[in-house]
């Protein structure tokens, strides 16, 4: 597609259930990038694809959080068994390059979690 | 963790002034990029400048970066209305492949 589409814009969940938050990126882009943005602060990495490969899950905080990316386009961020601190806005990101950061991120308009 | 801390946290100016605001990082970098995030809006990416090189232009946009303090500048010249926006930081480390942003400067443009 023409941007980065996520979906949905706006979860509200109750505690303890799971959500999957999911991302198309750019057509054609190899890089795949998830972030959790908390009020007031700036993005923080959470993982990381190339193609189909997850590179790097080391800023994922626990357990509890997954991602795939089963056929190198769209992907899927989920939470299992939901806390209140994992009320966020949760950003997707791709660019065309082999993760080497000579690109600037495409960002999607991310999708808004409330656990309550 | 974050890489990044920009300085001010938040800046309030004139339309028509000039606004700068400063990065920090700390450790080598490859990169150093700026993103815009309007009120609601996605994080938009404005331009990115190499190690190796020391300033960049893009329209209204003077980005300076000072890798002997681990430092840049971003600078928006006659700024409008609709440069009010949080402005981010984002370093690319040496040897890595994903962007540490920033917490991000608040800058509001008066009319």
């Known amino acids: 597609g023409a941007g980065v589409s996520q979906s949905p814009r706006y979860k509200v969940t109750k505690r303890g259930q799971d959500v999957a938050l999911r991302c198309d990126p750019i057509?054609?882009?190899?890089?795949l990038y998830w972030y959790r943005q908390a009020l007031g602060q700036g993005p923080e990495f959470l993982t990381y694809?190339?193609?189909?490969?997850?590179?790097?899950k080391s800023g994922l905080p626990n357990d509890r959080f997954s991602a795939e990316r089963p056929e190198g386009s769209i992907s899927t961020l989920t939470i299992q068994r939901t806390e209140q601190r994992d009320s966020a806005m949760y950003r997707c990101?791709?660019?065309?390059?082999?993760?080497?950061?000579?690109?600037?991120?495409?960002f999607g308009s991310g999708t808004r979690l409330t656990v309550v | 963790s974050q890489q990044g801390e920009e300085d001010p946290q938040a800046l309030s100016i004139q339309e028509g002034e000039n606004a700068t605001m400063n990065c920090s990082y700390k450790?080598?970098?490859?990169?150093l990029q700026w993103y815009r995030q309007n009120s609601g809006r996605g994080l938009v990416h404005l331009i990115l400048?190499?190690?190796?090189?020391r300033e960049k232009h893009s329209g209204r946009l003077r980005v300076t970066l000072d890798t002997s303090k681990k430092s840049s500048s971003l600078l928006i010249t006659a700024s409008r209305a609709a440069d009010t926006a949080s402005y981010f930081c984002?370093?690319?480390?040496?040897?890595?492949?994903?962007?540490?942003f920033g917490a991000g400067t608040t800058v509001t443009v008066r009319a």
């Open positions: 990101a791709s660019s065309p390059g082999y993760g080497k950061g000579d690109y600037g991120y495409t």
């Open positions: 057509s054609g882009h190899v890089s």
């Open positions: 694809f190339n193609y189909e490969a997850q590179q790097d």
């Open positions: 450790t080598s970098i490859n990169n």
């Open positions: 400048i190499r190690s190796n090189e």
């Open positions: 984002a370093s690319l480390r040496s040897n890595d492949y994903k962007l540490s």
